[in-house]
């Protein structure tokens, strides 16, 4: 089955940086498009940065384009989420998704900025 693991979470001051990896199994890695997701308390869902299968191309929610790089490496089935110049508004559970014939999500990772 498809599992999702992500790692990497803590606490943050602002300005400062953060990795996130998220390690998948269950499924043809290098096939599927993968994104990053967060939900900060009170708030909806939402879609921070993908990396398509083929050609590595990426997408940014406005938000973070220029401080947040996605990145995957298919040999590891792993994808990564380096976040730089981190801001209070950046808190939030980061989680990893796959979408396949459904939905998947990993369990997620907390981030906290602050000082």
């Known amino acids: 089955q498809v599992q999702l693991v992500e790692s990497g979470g803590g606490l943050v001051q602002p300005g400062g940086s953060l990795r996130l990896s998220c390690a998948a199994s269950g499924f043809i890695f290098r096939l599927y498009a993968m994104s990053w997701y967060r939900q900060a308390p009170g708030k909806e869902r939402e879609l921070v940065a993908t990396?398509?299968?083929?050609?590595?191309?990426?997408n940014y929610a406005d938000s973070v384009k220029g401080r947040f790089t996605i990145s995957r490496v298919n040999a590891k089935n792993t994808v990564y989420l380096q976040m730089n110049s981190l801001k209070f508004e950046d808190t939030a559970v980061y989680y990893c998704?796959?979408?396949?014939?459904?939905?998947?999500w990993g369990q997620g990772t907390q981030v906290t900025v602050s000082s």
């Open positions: 990396i398509t299968s083929v050609g590595g191309s990426t």
């Open positions: 998704n796959v979408r396949r014939d459904v939905d998947y």
